[in-house]
Nanobody, 116 residues
Framework: QVQLVESGGGLVQPGGSLRLSCTAS????????VGWYRQAPAKERDVVAA???????NYADSVKGRFTISRDNAKKMVYLQMNSLKPEDTAVYYC??????????WGQGIQVTVSS
């Protein structure tokens, strides 16, 4: 059974940093595109950052220059380094692994709150 488990969330002051981690129990993890999404209250879930199996990376405009996504295929992990956090970054963050329509997996989500 596929499982994605996020960790590293919490409460941080504006300007602070957090590092999210996602552990994936997926066979052939290196073939998957992986990404981080977030959903704030009363808003849709949006992509924050994603990296393909080839290593191509994309970021949402709102996080460019502040967030860095990375993956470790040997450990089957995905990371999101978040710096210069703002209150508007507050959301539930989700890890996603995708290999086509039939293989699209989500973590349970983890809360990130940026507040003084």
């Amino acid at each position: 059974q596929v499982q994605l488990v996020e960790s590293g969330g919490g409460l941080v002051q504006p300007g602070g940093s957090l590092r999210l981690s996602c552990t994936a129990s997926i066979t052939s993890f290196s073939l998957y595109a992986v990404g981080w999404y977030r959903q704030a209250p009363a808003k849709e879930r949006d992509v924050v950052a994603a990296v393909t199996s080839f290593g191509n990376i994309n970021y949402a405009d709102s996080v460019k220059g502040r967030f860095t996504i990375s993956r470790d295929n040997a450990k089957k992990m995905v990371y999101l380094q978040m710096n210069s956090l703002k209150p508007e970054d507050t959301a539930v963050y989700y890890c996603n692994c995708n290999y086509g329509s039939w293989r699209d997996y989500w973590g349970q989500g983890i809360q990130v709150t940026v507040s003084s």
